[in-house]
């Protein structure tokens, strides 16, 4: 793992936030911490600088490092983004994706992954989304990072195990009925209710984007299925979030087939435009059409004890 400490201001993703605090940021890879780095240079114009590396030697006592190791001034001859045209620099922007208000936090797996049994792989989507808003309850969405994705994974595929185990349905993905209402969480207790859908309607932008702009007048949470993939869809502090627990490439879409790279995410958006657009060119497949299908809204509540 590599550590990062940042002194300055910092949101709950590690970005640059006026109000926010100094933070300690983790990376599995080299590759991460770098794209991490250039993405809080804000201003392009001052990408095109210099940076430093100073190697640091720690003395504690009178025990000292035998061989020191010795700086000399060196340039890069990386550079990090070229001067290029101003339709190149739109797409290193998006690439950087740093557009608006959205945002995504990407775990380090998804449902589909290996290090889960064949057979709840890739079924568990309604757990995991009842998971999503249990720890939402228990930790703010806004508070996230990509170690919460992930125990919403391994929590979830354990619900999802012994749900199967109680029930026995015949659909691997369970159901809605099928999922226990009562489980533990360390030394917690949720019990969830589930109440009956609460809107069906044909899977088209306009339709998805109307419904949920007159459901979120109300709620603050609810889980969606279409075609028998779920997502939990949260708003909290004036922004929406989209938990999607299948394989999602690095800019939260379904991935080409030869993408190895993808994990489970959360994306964030002050636009329900955006919410549903997003649902819907990642739920469609190249062969259907919108509005051959309906999608239903669930409305769950969580007590936890």
Same mark, same amino acid.
């Given at each position: 793992m590599i550590y990062m400490y940042d002194p300055n201001p910092r949101g709950p993703m590690g970005m640059p936030l006026f109000t926010g605090t100094a933070c300690l940021v983790t990376f599995v890879n080299v590759a991460m911490a770098a794209e991490h780095v250039i993405a809080c240079i804000l201003e392009p114009d001052k990408r095109m600088g210099e940076f430093t590396i100073v190697p640091v030697e720690i003395v504690v006592g009178n025990v000292k490092t035998i061989n020191k190791c010795k700086t000399a001034k060196t340039r890069s001859s990386i550079s990090v983004l070229p001067r290029c045209s101003k339709l *190149?620099?739109?797409?290193?922007?998006? +690439?950087? /994706?740093? !557009? @608006?208000?959205? +945002?995504?936090?990407? @775990?380090?797996?998804?449902?589909?992954?290996?290090?889960?049994s064949q057979e709840s792989r890739n079924n568990q989507d309604i757990p995991n989304c009842i998971v999503c808003l249990v720890l939402h309850h228990l930790v703010s969405v806004e508070n996230w990072n990509a170690k919460h994705v992930d125990l919403i994974l391994d929590i979830g595929d354990q619900l999802y195990i012994d749900s199967y185990i109680a029930y026995g349905p015949k659909d691997p993905k369970l159901g809605?009925?099928? !999922?226990? /209402?009562? #489980?533990?969480?360390?030394?917690?207790?949720? *019990?969830?209710?589930?109440?009956?859908?609460? !809107?069906?309607?044909?899977?088209?932008?306009?339709?998805?984007?109307?419904?949920?702009?007159?459901? #979120? =007048?109300?709620?603050?949470?609810?889980?969606?299925?279409? $075609?028998? =993939?779920?997502?939990?869809?949260? #708003?909290?502090? @004036?922004?929406?979030?989209?938990?999607?627990? *299948? $394989? /999602?490439?690095?800019? @939260?879409?379904?991935?080409?087939?030869?993408?190895?790279?993808?994990? +489970?995410?959360?994306?964030?958006?002050?636009?329900?435009?955006?919410?549903?657009? /997003?649902?819907?060119?990642? #739920?469609l497949t190249g062969e259907e059409e919108e509005g051959q299908k309906m999608f239903t809204l669930w409305l769950i509540s969580v007590e936890i004890q």
């Open positions: *190149h620099a739109d797409e290193e922007k998006k +690439a950087l /994706r740093r !557009i @608006g208000a959205d +945002a995504i936090i990407r @775990g380090y797996r998804s449902q589909n992954s290996e290090q889960y809605m009925e099928n !999922i226990m /209402r009562k #489980f533990f969480f360390k030394h917690l207790e949720i *019990h969830v209710t589930v109440y009956k859908p609460i !809107i069906s309607d044909i899977f088209v932008p306009s339709v998805l984007n109307r419904v949920l702009n007159v459901y #979120f =007048q109300q709620e603050t949470y609810c889980i969606l299925n279409y $075609d028998d =993939q779920w997502v939990t869809i949260i #708003f909290k502090s @004036g922004l929406f979030y989209l938990f999607d627990p *299948h $394989d /999602r490439d690095i800019d @939260g879409k379904a991935p080409k087939k030869d993408n190895k790279e993808v994990s +489970a995410v959360v994306f964030r958006s002050n636009s329900l435009v955006s919410i549903s657009d /997003r649902i819907i060119d990642n #739920f």
